[in-house]
């Protein structure tokens, strides 16, 4: 699965939110690699996520953010990301509180 031919030459002027439908987990990370590498983000960190094993973290991260509280010592996910590009992938599988700080923050 690759991305749309115009895509990847609009997203490197145009940092944006995407998301990306069918396909297996690896299929949808290879699009979201594919969009990093030819953004001007590129030399930041890729950062995946699995909604599925990592909601604890990114909840947690997404309300010290939102509050505007500094981040504790437990794995912050947004941070490890700053600069590059932060891949979730099973979205639907986070608890609708999560999905809910996940759209307040974008």
Not at 16 to 23: H, K, P, R, Y
Not at 30 to 50: I, M, N, Q
Not at 62 to 67: F, K, N, Q, Y
Request: glycine share 10%; hydrophobic share 40%; with cysteine.
């Amino acid at each position: 699965m690759t991305p749309p031919a115009g895509l990847p030459r609009l997203h490197p002027t145009n940092l944006a939110n995407v998301l990306v439908l069918g396909g297996t987990a690896a299929m949808r990370m290879d699009v979201a690699e594919t969009f990093h590498r030819g953004s001007r983000l590129k030399r930041g960190p890729f950062v995946c996520l699995d909604g599925s094993r990592h909601e604890p973290e990114l909840h947690r991260a997404l309300e010290a953010w939102l509050s505007g509280v500094a981040a504790g010592p437990w794995s912050d996910p947004l941070h490890a990301a700053a600069y590059g590009t932060l891949f979730l992938d099973g979205v639907d599988s986070l608890s609708s509180r999560t999905q809910s700080l996940l759209l307040t923050f974008t």
